[in-house]
């Protein structure tokens, strides 16, 4: 089992819809996660942190995290063209490990 | 600097070939970290450094990789005797500290072993 798995995709959304990409995780420990977005031929930019249960909210970002389940997701309000890219999770395990990436989901939002 | 700066951007080398790949983390950051990313997957972690030091080089695949940090600044990734299978993209990344989890990462230096 991967440490980090996500539904590659692509997944396709409509401009202005809301765009919902999930996250799962092995390490029951884990206590820090992140969502970057990483734009074709760019370098990952991180986007959102979470350290705990519930919903954190940035502009129209929102990250969930429930730790029972070992499920993050990230939910993309009024999704926008330039919202397309490939939204990769990552997880830290203690607070001087390192982080680990999942194999991203690649959002495509159409106009 | 403002940003994290990697160079080179771009290295194409013949198998069996020695490379260096050297990053310049944001000035102030003590932790720096080297992944590497093939097409189609994400981030793989490769080796850490808080300081000096290396705090976590599991991620290194063999002993052709070896990575260094004299300063506590600049660091440099080393690979030996390359292979086809080292072709990807080496990122490098700086935090604040290694207890902060959001890293800036640099550009990136696009590997191609011929």
């Known amino acids: 089992q991967k440490e980090v798995e996500q539904n590659s995709g692509p997944l396709s959304v409509p401009e202005g819809a809301i765009a919902s990409l999930n996250c799962t995780y092995s390490d029951r420990g884990s206590q820090s996660f992140f969502w970057y977005r990483q734009y074709s031929g760019k370098s990952p930019e991180l986007i959102m942190s979470?350290?705990?249960?519930g919903d954190k909210e940035d502009g129209r970002f929102t990250a969930q995290l429930n730790k029972a389940s070992q499920y993050v997701s990230l939910l993309i309000r009024d999704s926008q063209p330039s919202d397309s890219a490939t939204y990769l999770c990552a997880v830290k395990k203690t607070s001087y490990d390192k982080v680990i990436f999942g194999p991203g989901t690649s959002l495509s939002v159409i106009p | 600097g403002a940003g994290v700066s990697q160079t080179p951007s771009n290295k194409v080398t013949e198998k069996g070939k020695y490379v260096e790949l050297r990053c310049d983390p944001i000035s102030g950051h003590t932790a720096l970290y080297w992944y590497r990313q093939s097409l189609g997957q994400g981030p793989e972690f490769l080796i850490y450094?808080?300081?000096?030091?290396?705090?976590?080089d599991s991620g290194l695949p063999n002993d052709r990789f070896f990575a260094v940090r004299p300063e506590g600044s600049v660091s440099t990734l080393k690979i030996q005797r390359t292979e086809r299978g080292d072709s990807a993209v080496y990122l490098c990344a700086s935090s604040v500290d290694a207890a902060m989890g959001g890293y800036t990462f640099g550009s990136g230096t696009r590997l191609t072993v011929v």
């Open positions: 979470i350290y705990s249960n």
């Open positions: 450094f808080q300081g000096t030091g290396a705090a976590d």
